[in-house]
Structure formats: structure tokens, C-alpha cells
């Protein structure tokens, strides 16, 4: 079992950054972390994934909303997740998960509670 905690939500304007981190910890998270994301809520709409990353090798991938702006990386020594948001615009509003994949699974199937992001006009 994994247990995952946001941090690094709150409210900036238009045109902010914000970094959000997860911190995963667990029996032997290190050696059984296949890939890493990160996805969103807005109110009224579907959750959606926003950037991911193979643990491992550090691949990447973003959203086609976020490219450009949004930075995802991690650092293994820390079991840490970043996400840098920045040129942040009022759509980016949204509860802000992160989920974490183990080897041999399917999907995404441990999240945390989730960090509000509110960007203000």
C-alpha cells in the first residue's frame, strides 16, 4: 500500500506559478513505482490527466492545455512528485491529484486527497 500527499496548492492570479509536490510513501515504493501523475478536477467537469512520468526513466508526458507551461519531474531520493505551473490561466482551476502506478498494474490506482489550485482573472 502507498500512501501519496499533495502540497503546494492556493490561490494566485492569472499569469502565476504555483508548485504542487506528492510525497509517496510505502513498503518499498522506490523499487515498485512504475509512473507517477498528476490529474484534475474542475467543479462540473471530468477528471483528467494532466502530466505523468515513468519513474524509472524519467519520461514525461503532458496534456496538450499544459505543454509549454507546466514542468513535471521528481526526485527519487525523496519519493517526491513536483508539478511547476506556471503562466497559470483561470482554466487551470481545479482540485489537483496525484496517482501513483506500481509494476504490473493495469492503471493508476492509488491517489491522494487532492490540493485546490485556484487561479484568479
Known sequence: QVQLVESGGGLVQAGGSLRLSCA????????????????????????????????????????DSVKG??????????????????????GDTAIYYCAAQFVGASDYHSWGQGTQVTVSS
Request: hydrophobic share 40%.
Open 24 to 63: 509517496a510513501s510505502g513498503y518499498n515504493f522506490r523499487s515498485r513505482a512504475y509512473a507517477m501523475a498528476w490529474f484534475r478536477q474542475a467543479p462540473g467537469k471530468e477528471r483528467e490527466i494532466v502530466a505523468s512520468i515513468r519513474w524509472s526513466q524519467n519520461l514525461p508526458y503532458y496534456a
Open 69 to 90: 507551461r507546466f514542468t513535471i519531474s521528481r526526485d527519487m531520493a525523496k519519493n517526491t512528485m513536483y508539478l511547476q505551473m506556471n503562466s497559470l490561466k483561470p
